[in-house]
Nanobody
């Protein structure tokens, strides 16, 4: 019913930049907070940052001052601008969102399938 699709991942050299996008589609009534997580091989998934429906952002200490989250409510899309990338940023990046649908008026957490980000040194 609802789908989140990430895009923009790829290979980049250390110090470079990437912009990820995550578009929500389906029978969306309300789109609440959206965020990003990442998971490196053999490691637990970690929280990267979030943006509320009002535009307030929060970030993990590991990405503060390097990553920026924004959203475009007209496109149901959240973005992750990643600057000064480091090899340790290499991971699969997942977006998530709190969404209510016309069928289900309560908030439901949805996740995308992830997009690979690889930073070479």
């Amino acid at each position: 019913q609802v789908q989140l699709v990430e895009s923009g991942g790829g290979l980049v050299q250390a110090g470079g930049s990437l912009r990820l996008a995550c578009a929500a589609s389906g029978s969306i009534s309300r789109l609440g907070g959206m965020g990003w997580h990442r998971q490196a091989p053999g490691k637990q998934r970690e929280w990267v940052g979030t943006v509320t429906d009002g535009g307030d952002t929060n970030y993990a200490d590991s990405v503060k001052d390097r990553f920026t989250i924004s959203r475009d409510n007209t496109k149901n899309t959240v973005y992750l601008q990643m600057n000064s990338l480091k090899p340790e940023d290499t991971a699969v990046y997942y977006c998530n969102a709190a969404i209510s649908t016309y069928r289900r008026s309560y908030w439901t957490e949805y996740w995308g399938q992830g997009t690979q980000v690889t930073v070479s040194s």
